[in-house]
């Protein structure tokens, strides 16, 4: 599968982004999908995942209650609504794609789509 995101800028602290991540192949219902990001100088963490039925969901602790992820199936696409943004933030933001059970650890994820960069100003 083939992932494509989109829908970061630049916004303010405290402004809400939506990212989207266009899947493309017929299998895209089945698999779990999750967002990660990466700030400069440092590691690629975990942000959110979502299973393929998209009744269960999972978050970092950074970011629950002010982001949320959702999919819609016959789009093939999933979304990551960003909320009460902060500096912090800031990051090239990536989906992934992987089978089986949600996870936090990107080595699990089997597909990526190129990333999208965030940048929150204070």
């Keep these: 599968v083939q992932l494509q ?8 602290a405290g402004g809400s982004l939506r990212l989207s991540c266009a899947a493309s192949g017929r299998a895209f219902s089945y698999y779990v999908m999750g967002w990660f990001r990466q700030a400069p100088g440092k590691e690629r963490e975990f942000v959110a995942t979502i299973m393929p039925g998209g009744g269960s969901t999972n978050y970092a602790d950074s ?20 909320n009460s943004l902060k500096p912090e933030d800031t990051a090239v933001y990536y989906c992934a794609a992987k089978w089986s059970a949600m996870s936090t650890a990107p ?7 190129r990333g999208t960069l965030v940048t929150v100003s204070s």
Excluded: H, P
């Design 63 to 82: 970011v629950k209650g002010r982001f949320t992820i959702s999919r819609d199936n016959a789009k093939n696409t999933v979304y990551l609504q960003m």
């Design 5 to 12: 995101a989109s829908g970061g800028g630049l916004v303010q």
């Design 107 to 113: 080595n699990e994820y089997v597909y990526w789509g």
